[in-house]
């Protein structure tokens, strides 16, 4: 439902942009409802490892990636439910602008000039003005695709806007748009492991993220979902069998090969009590049945 949204959107978007996320709001509003519904009936939310898509099809990845990790972050710092509706919309349309930005800077699979940068960052002030002048959405939809890339310190853009200019909403999008561009893979360059992730979260703590929104995404997401094939530092590999509750990166793994070779008798190892031990790699293996 996003992609044909964002593809009727960017189809109609030269007629009347305002009219068109108009129109679509209805069925954004929907969707944040049966996420926020999807996150009540379950604790865990484990969206991680789902196909990702490049190229404009990364963009409908993306929000939908952003909107779940924002929803979970929400819902872990108990904002209210109309609150939370407002939140998810807007984290569902932060790279709206995005549409208004020609595809083969989109697509570029090298270093961006100074003037293709400068034509990416122009998509939060497009989806801002996109947003804002639809009288069905709160401006605060808006605001959240305006701000979504501003940072504590001032180094953000849009308008460089520093500490408590920036929205609520808009500190705790960052940090799930953040956390899914870093661990999604681009044309320019492979994706990270979730664990990294977060530690590109945690090294900007202070300075371009607020350290409790951080924290809460960390309590709320499964980083590694229960089932995930992967390999440890020390060269053993099995499947992710459970989570140590908000302790998202440092989940309980159930060991099914050791020395190259399949074990007989598979064993549990906690990443949390064993702390020199870390997921290198996500693999596609499977456990005999």
């Known amino acids: 439902m996003i992609e044909t949204t964002f593809l009727d959107m960017k189809n109609k978007m030269n007629l009347d942009g305002s009219f068109t996320i108009e129109q679509a709001n209805v069925k954004l509003t929907q969707i944040v409802r049966n996420i926020m519904g999807e996150l009540k009936r379950n604790k865990e939310l484990m969206t991680l490892l789902a196909d990702v898509y490049t190229y404009d099809d990364y963009i409908f990845t993306h929000s939908f990636n952003v909107t779940l990790y924002t929803l979970a972050i929400g819902v872990e710092l108990n904002i209210n439910v109309k609150n939370l509706e407002i939140l998810g919309l807007g984290a569902i349309l932060h790279d709206v602008g995005k549409m208004l930005v020609p595809l083969e800077v989109l697509r570029k699979p090298g270093k961006l000039t ?16 996109l947003i804002k002048n639809v009288h069905t959405v709160s401006l605060l939809v808006a605001n959240c695709a305006y701000q979504h890339h501003e940072r504590l310190d001032g180094s953000g853009y849009p308008r460089g806007i520093k500490g408590d200019e920036i929205h609520y909403f808009g500190k705790i999008i960052a940090v799930a748009d953040v956390f899914d561009a870093v661990t999604s893979n681009r044309v320019y360059r492979k994706a990270m492991l979730p664990h990294q992730g977060l530690e590109v979260l945690y090294a900007g703590v202070g300075k371009k ?13 499964a980083i590694y979902p229960n089932g995930l094939s992967v390999e440890l530092n020390d060269g053993r590999k099995g499947g992710v069998s459970s989570q140590n509750e908000g302790i998202g990166d440092r989940p309980m793994i159930r060991i099914l090969e050791e020395d190259g070779e399949r074990i007989k008798e598979p064993y549990e190892v906690d990443l949390n009590k064993n702390l020199h031990l870390l997921i290198m790699k996500c693999l596609d293996i499977q456990e005999p049945a």
């Open 114 to 129: 100074e003037k293709e940068f400068e034509q990416i960052q122009k998509h939060a002030d497009c989806g801002f003005h």
């Open 209 to 221: 993220f607020d350290n409790a929104i951080i924290e809460a995404f960390r309590r709320a997401v």
